[in-house]
């Protein structure tokens, strides 16, 4: 159970996850997410892209990145992991921790990490705490992506994973 109270927030005809209450909806988190929530004074954040799934998976097979033996939540999330590894667009990726579960009926998996990343505003290196889930839908790929600092990584980690496992594909 949730350590604190939520809220069902739906995006159009799409999706619907549950958000703690003490996050917002904020903007300018990134660009490519079509849900974004967070807490400022608690330094908290959570954001939601969804990509075409059929589009993503035909991507996948044109540049050689899918394999037939894996499921496609598999080939995405391997895929979208090693991308972000590479790009090191969220750090070093560092203690990453794996487990699968189910959104509602949909295959799922979500990877927890650490890195540093640098802060521009403040001019020094941030020790972060992420969660990353990858969700399988009929005709989307979902990513559920939140961030916290790494010195509260067990006050949340368990409401992180609970936010994860609430979302649903309508």
């Avoid at 589009?55 to 895929?79: A, C, R, T, V, W």
């Avoid at 540093?116 to 505003?121: A, L, M």
């Avoid at 403040?122 to 992506?145: E, M, P, R, W």
Wanted: hydrophobic share 35%; glycine share 6%.
């Amino acid at each position: 159970l949730c350590s604190f109270s939520q809220s069902t927030y739906q995006y159009g005809p799409s999706f619907k996850i549950k958000i703690p209450n003490h996050m917002k909806e904020m903007s300018g988190l990134n660009a490519e997410a079509v849900m974004e929530y967070g807490n400022i004074y608690r330094g908290i954040y959570l954001i939601v892209i969804s990509e075409d799934k059929e589009q993503m998976i035909d991507g996948l097979k044109e540049y050689g990145f899918y394999d037939n033996y894996k499921s496609p939540l598999n080939n995405f999330s391997d895929f979208m992991v090693e991308l972000y590894s590479d790009e090191e667009a969220m750090g070093v990726m560092k203690n990453m921790q794996k487990e699968k579960f189910f959104a509602g009926d949909y295959a799922s998996e979500i990877v927890f990490f650490e890195s540093v990343i640098y802060d521009e505003v403040s001019g020094s290196n941030i020790d972060v705490f992420y969660s990353l889930t990858f969700v399988a839908g009929d005709k989307n790929f979902y990513q559920i992506l939140s961030w916290i600092g790494k010195e509260d990584k067990y006050k949340y980690k368990s409401d992180l994973r609970d936010i994860a496992k609430s979302f649903r594909e309508l």
